[in-house]
């Protein structure tokens, strides 16, 4: 089955650090992924979409400038919080849908990344 | 009115028995239906997909659609504590271009 990598799974630093998360989708091509955070006993929130070789589409309200987003190859993107600060402690999730077998498929998501910022 | 809307709960069902999940979607056009599960601490895992009308089972767990009513639901049987967590109703609009739209998740509890 399709399977999504997220690396790191935790993430523990200092206010002012900027953090870089991984996904790689291993054994399919994902021309788009999908980035979203979950505060505890909430609802997972799509932060914004990465797109293959052009800009992410940023859901309202995040800020593009703070969460930067790279999407270079069919199977990378990643996430970068920059100059992270406690309040961007949260659960960082990544998902992916295979681009070859049409527009109908799941997203499969990564195992996430816990950050915590001190 | 939100586009994909699921109950909460918590929903508590006695371990053995059928817990029902129920989902509503606002849009028409919709084709594609899924169902994910949510472990506490833990990112969503899809169990189940749905694009027709009926029901589609896959060992314990039967999905229904009904794109006329606009809902599709999950159906679980012979419920195991291992089946509590939070299950999330996912929908693909004709308006979501490449992303699923998903449900604010119920909580499922079953009750040894």
Same mark, same amino acid.
Not at chain 1, 20 to 41: H, N, V
């Given at each position: 089955g399709a399977v999504v990598s997220q690396h790191p799974s935790r993430v523990i630093c200092k206010s002012g650090t900027s953090v870089?998360?991984?996904?790689?989708?291993?054994? +399919? =091509?994902?021309?788009?992924? +999908?980035?979203?955070? =979950? +505060?505890?006993?909430q609802s997972l929130m799509l932060m914004a979409t990465s797109n293959e070789g052009s800009k992410a589409t940023y859901e309202q309200g995040v800020e593009k400038d703070k969460f930067l987003i790279n999407h270079a190859s069919l199977t990378l993107s990643t996430l970068t919080v920059t100059s992270a600060h406690p309040e961007d402690s949260s659960f960082y999730i990544c998902s992916a849908r295979d681009s070859d077998r049409g527009g109908n498929q799941p997203q499969h998501f990564g195992d996430g990344t816990r950050l915590s910022i001190l | 009115q939100k586009e994909v809307e699921q109950n909460s709960g918590p929903l508590s069902v006695p371990e053995g028995a059928i817990a029902s999940l129920n989902c509503t979607y606002s849009d028409r056009g919709s084709q594609s239906f899924f169902w994910y599960r949510q472990y506490s601490g833990k990112s969503p895992e899809l169990i189940m997909s749905i694009y027709s009308n009926g029901d589609k089972e896959d060992g314990r767990f039967t999905a229904q659609l009904n794109k006329a009513s606009q809902y599709v639901s999950l159906l679980i049987r012979d419920s195991q504590p291992s089946d509590s967590a939070t299950y999330l109703c996912a929908v693909k609009t004709t308006s979501s271009a490449s992303k699923i739209i998903f449900g604010s998740g119920t909580r499922l509890s079953i009750r040894p």
């Open positions: 870089k998360i991984e996904c790689r989708s291993l054994d +399919f =091509q994902a021309t788009t992924m +999908f980035w979203y955070r =979950q +505060f505890p006993k | -």
